[in-house]
């Protein structure tokens, strides 16, 4: 089977209809970067180029390669990763979390470079819609969708 090419499109089937996907990005760290469509669709668009238009709800690197070769979603299309997706995001790194699972401290980074020296302790309303650097497998990826999670809804927690 071949491999993933940057520029894919992955449909992931949900309780709550269809997410789309476009794989961005590759880190030699983190793997494959993904953006996923912010709403779910009852169908499948009829011109695919319509999902890239779609606004992104959720950024995050996800093991597409082994996904789609275990037959969890599908590659449904290629098409150019368009201009507004085509930077490296720049994402929230958590520090320490409380014993509830809070995070108490943030810097940043964009795929390059780590920020702030030291850890910032309060997030901007803007630094809150970052999206939380990770990697999530796809038992995490469905929950998160259908639950509607997005970054800027629970800043201080992972």
């Known amino acids: 089977m071949a491999r993933v090419r940057i520029g894919d499109i992955i449909e992931i089937p949900t309780r709550i209809g269809l997410f789309y996907a476009q794989y961005t990005h590759d880190d030699p760290d983190y793997g494959e970067l993904i953006q996923v ?10 011109k695919l180029e319509q999902i890239l238009d779609s606004s992104i709800g959720i950024i995050v690197f996800f093991p597409v390669n082994a996904a789609v070769r275990r037959k969890i979603f599908d590659v449904i299309g290629n098409f150019p990763v368009p201009p507004q997706r085509s930077k490296f995001p720049v994402f929230r790194c958590p520090g320490g979390t409380d014993k509830e699972g809070n995070v108490k401290q943030w810097k940043f980074w964009n795929g390059k470079y780590l920020w702030p020296e030291f850890w910032l302790t309060e997030l901007t309303a803007e630094q809150q819609k970052l999206p939380i650097e990770g990697v999530w497998n796809d038992t995490l990826l469905l929950e998160r969708l259908e639950e509607g999670w997005a970054p800027d809804k629970v800043p201080q927690r992972v």
Do not use: F
């Not at 469509?37 to 009829?46: E, G, L």
């Open 37 to 46: 469509t912010r709403h779910s669709y009852k169908r499948r668009p009829r």
